[in-house]
Structure formats: structure tokens, C-alpha cells
């Protein structure tokens, strides 16, 4: 088996809760896992953290949808260079044009010559609303929503009944795998 060249690169732009080096660990465990359960080898996910404001506002511009949500996943793939698809729960893929990105001193170049996969956004308030709400631990919650919003990247969707059980026993199979339970 070949190595995984999976990277992970962490926004955070919230203030609720700390993104620390052990949640980065373990989000990282959790790409690498769903990678290898899937087949994916190699690629960039950029995950960034949020606050309701701005989940809200990107749920209402890409999805038509004026409430906050906890997780979106924008795939790259199926695009051309400057369009962006997204793939949400409820809706059709949409395309947006993506800004010039600026490499900074310092980058990877491993990290840099990586095929982008997409972003995926979490609320950090829906995710620890949501975890006292489930009774697990902020952490469980953050890893469920960013391992769904990977296999969203991937092309998974739970737009049927069948969908949905396959893509939800995907998760909870990666999430075991890394001993992280309710």
C-alpha cells in the first residue's frame, strides 16, 4: 500500500471554543482513516471553524437557506479550476467562482502540489450545542461533523433512505476506528 499524502489545513474564526493540538491531532487521524477506508490517497481538505454568523450567512447564499447550520462541505471535484461545487444535504450542486490564493512563505511544498478535495465549514456553536444536546463530548461532535463533510467531498450524500445508512455507518465505522465513541 502506498503512503497517504492527505494534509489538513485548519482555519479557525471563532472565538467559543479552543481549536488546540490535540482536536488538530485527532482530526487529522480521522482524514487519515476515512482516506484509507476510501480509497483516497492523496489530496488537501480545508476545514475552517465558524461562528453562527457566518454559517448562516454561507448557508443563505449557497443553499437559499436564511438559518445557521453545522456543517458544509464545498467539493472540488467534477469543477473546472475557478468554480467551486457544493454539495449539501438538500440541495442541487452549486458552482461560486473562488478567489486568487496568495501561497505564503513557509507552505509545504508536499502540501502544495497536494489536489485540492474541498472545505468543509463547521459551526463550533451548533457542534457543542449539539454535543451537550446528544450527551458526548465536543470533540466527538466536531469529528462526526467533519468526517460527514469528508465523505461529502468524496460524493457521498444521504439523499435516500439507503444513502443515508450507508453514509452514517461510514461514519460511525471511521469514528470507532479511531476510539472515539459516544
Known amino acids: 500500500m502506498s503512503p497517504l499524502n492527505l494534509y489538513l489545513e485548519c482555519i479557525n474564526e471563532q472565538e467559543d471554543y479552543e481549536i488546540n493540538d490535540k482536536l488538530l491531532g485527532m482530526l487529522k487521524e480521522l482524514l487519515r482513516l476515512a482516506g484509507e477506508?476510501?480509497?483516497?490517497?492523496?489530496?488537501?481538505?480545508?476545514?475552517?471553524?465558524?461562528?453562527?454568523?457566518?454559517?448562516?450567512?454561507?448557508?443563505?447564499?449557497?443553499?437559499?437557506?436564511?438559518?445557521?447550520?453545522?456543517?458544509?462541505?464545498?467539493?472540488?471535484?467534477?469543477?473546472?479550476?475557478?468554480e467551486l461545487p457544493i454539495r449539501y444535504d438538500d440541495m442541487e450542486e452549486v458552482e461560486i467562482e473562488l478567489p486568487?490564493?496568495?501561497?505564503?512563505?513557509?507552505?509545504e511544498p508536499d502540501n502544495l502540489q497536494a489536489e485540492p478535495l474541498g472545505d468543509i465549514v463547521i459551526s463550533v456553536p451548533r457542534a457543542l450545542a449539539q454535543a451537550e444536546e446528544y450527551?458526548?463530548?465536543?470533540?466527538?461532535?466536531?469529528?462526526?461533523?467533519?468526517?460527514?463533510?469528508?465523505?461529502?467531498?468524496?460524493?457521498?450524500?444521504?439523499?435516500?433512505?439507503?444513502?443515508e445508512k450507508l453514509m452514517f455507518a461510514k461514519q460511525e465505522?471511521?469514528?470507532?476506528?479511531?476510539?472515539?465513541?459516544?
Do not use: C, W
Not at 486568487?100 to 507552505?107: A, Y
Not at 458526548?136 to 466536531?142: F, G
Open 100 to 107: 486568487e490564493i496568495d501561497v505564503e512563505e513557509g507552505d
Open 37 to 82: 477506508l476510501e480509497g483516497v490517497d492523496s489530496g488537501e481538505v480545508a476545514l475552517s471553524f465558524v461562528d453562527d454568523e457566518t454559517i448562516h450567512q454561507l448557508n443563505k447564499e449557497y443553499r437559499g437557506m436564511d438559518k445557521p447550520t453545522d456543517v458544509l462541505s464545498f467539493a472540488m471535484s467534477e469543477s473546472s479550476e475557478d
Open 173 to 182: 465505522q471511521i469514528l470507532a476506528k479511531a476510539g472515539i465513541t459516544r
Open 135 to 163: 450527551g458526548h463530548s465536543p470533540e466527538r461532535e466536531i469529528g462526526f461533523l467533519f468526517v460527514h463533510g469528508f465523505l461529502h467531498l468524496i460524493g457521498y450524500d444521504h439523499e435516500s433512505e439507503e444513502e
